[in-house]
């Protein structure tokens, strides 16, 4: 009949992503507290000094070559309304390195590869992120060099989540641009055709 309505049908729920794997104790992306000196004498001290050597697990990469990363783990994470804000900022602070590989990564211009910048991933924000191949490329500056248990515990989350993380120098991105994205699209397509 014309006035009645049929009953709708209920959706299926969401299946929860799967939660981030626990960091050791203490460990955990934090604000630091950024005045414009501060954050000018941090960019200046990645501009001179150089990050530590490229870590195991491929050209700078930490994490599984194999095994494609967590479905919806983006998409379906819950985020702290001060991590987004941050974010925001940190795209718009962005260092002269991740400037110029950003230059090159937008609009999947590397291959038809998407990345995200400052992307937030299960509490931590990443430079660059691109889900299809379940990869973060990390940019670092000097301020790496004081942080080294930090950047371990991180990356071994990030690979706790099915990610390989690449880890390239500030002066790489700058000095030699050719080579850093042919290391990208390496391990990259690496990864999307072991996961077909």
């Not at 014309?2 to 959706?11: D, F, H, V």
């Not at 950024?34 to 501009?47: H, K, L």
């Not at 490329?137 to 706790?160: K, S």
Request: net charge positive; hydrophobic share 35%; charged share 30%.
């Amino acid at each position: 009949m014309r006035g009645e309505r049929k009953p709708r049908a209920r959706r299926a729920p969401r299946a929860k992503p799967t939660p981030p794997a626990p960091l050791p104790e203490g460990r955990g992306e934090k604000e630091p507290t950024r005045d414009s000196a501060t954050s000018d004498d941090a960019r200046e001290a990645s501009r001179e000094c150089s990050p530590p050597p490229f870590r195991e697990g491929g050209p700078g990469g930490v994490g599984s070559a194999r095994g494609a990363p967590v479905p919806h783990l983006v998409t379906g994470q819950r985020v702290d309304a001060d991590k987004v804000t941050f974010a925001r900022q940190l795209r718009r602070e962005m260092t002269p390195a991740e400037t110029a590989l950003w230059q090159h990564l937008r609009a999947s211009r590397l291959n038809g590869l998407h990345f995200r910048r400052q992307q937030l991933v299960h509490g931590f924000i990443a430079d660059f992120y691109c889900h299809a191949a379940g990869a973060v490329v990390e940019v670092d500056g000097g301020v790496h060099n004081a942080q080294l248990e930090y950047d371990q515990a991180r990356d071994l989350a990030f690979a706790a989540l099915g990610l390989l993380v690449l880890r390239v120098r500030n002066d790489d991105v700058l000095a030699r641009p050719s080579e850093v994205l042919g290391q990208i699209v390496a391990a990259c397509e690496s990864r999307l055709s072991e996961n077909l």
